[in-house]
Every structure is written in structure tokens, then in C-alpha cells.
């Protein structure tokens, strides 16, 4: 079993940064990969990023490319979401959610968190 607890959203002006954490518990959290995935309203669930279990695979999504980063600290069960240049299309809740591999369909995911409302507006 896996906990997740998602933290570090807010208000934050356009070209703005924010970093997002997914704090994890439960023995095995080292084996999942975790992905972020975001749902602004009115709209589906959309990827993110997704990082493995061991932190050597990435992957982004084309729309967040080159301004997010992902990364994870295998000692303190965190994942991180470095989040750069912010738009306000970007506004939504973000999710982190742990799965058995890196991929990009939200169903693949097992344990999510409980997100956290990130708002980019001046």
C-alpha cells in the first residue's frame, strides 16, 4: 500500500515558478514510478510527466516540455515537479500518482494523492 500527499501549489503570476512535492509512504513506494498529471475544470485529466522507479527514464508531455522538471529522492520517498515559465494555461489541480511503470494513461496508475490547486494569474 502507498500513500501519497500532494503539496506546494498557490497563486503565482505568469512567468512565475513553483515546485510541487509528492510525499510518499508505504514500504514498496521505491519500486513505482510516479507520473503528475494536472485537470483544469471542465477538462479530462491530462499527463504531465512521469519519472521511473529508479529516476533514469523521464518523459514530459509536448506542452510542458522544456519548463517542468521531474525529479525524485529516493531517500526521503519525495517527487518533485519543478515548474518554470508558467502560463495560465497551466492553472488546474495537480495530481501525483504512483504506478508500475512510466507511462502516460492516468487508468495505468494505482495510488494517487490528493492534489494540489496550482493558479497562474496576474
Known amino acids: 500500500q502507498v500513500q501519497l500527499v500532494n503539496s506546494g501549489g498557490g497563486l503565482v503570476q505568469p512567468g512565475g515558478s513553483l515546485r510541487l512535492s509528492c510525499a510518499a509512504s508505504?514500504?514498496?513506494?521505491?519500486?513505482?514510478?510516479v507520473g503528475w498529471f494536472r485537470q483544469a475544470p471542465g477538462k479530462e485529466r491530462e499527463f504531465v510527466a512521469a519519472?521511473?522507479?529508479?529516476?533514469?527514464?523521464?518523459n514530459y508531455a509536448d506542452s510542458v516540455k522544456g519548463r517542468v522538471t521531474i525529479s525524485r529522492d529516493i531517500g526521503s520517498h519525495t517527487v518533485y515537479l519543478q515548474m518554470n515559465s508558467l502560463e495560465p494555461e497551466d492553472t488546474a489541480v495537480y495530481y501525483c500518482?504512483?504506478?508500475?511503470?512510466?507511462?502516460?494513461?492516468?487508468?495505468?496508475?494505482?495510488?494517487w494523492g490528493q492534489g494540489t490547486q496550482v493558479t497562474v494569474s496576474s
Open positions: 500518482a504512483a504506478g508500475r511503470t512510466v507511462v502516460i494513461r492516468p487508468t495505468e496508475y494505482e495510488y
Open positions: 508505504g514500504r514498496t513506494f521505491s519500486t513505482y514510478a
Open positions: 519519472i521511473s522507479w529508479s529516476g533514469d527514464i523521464t
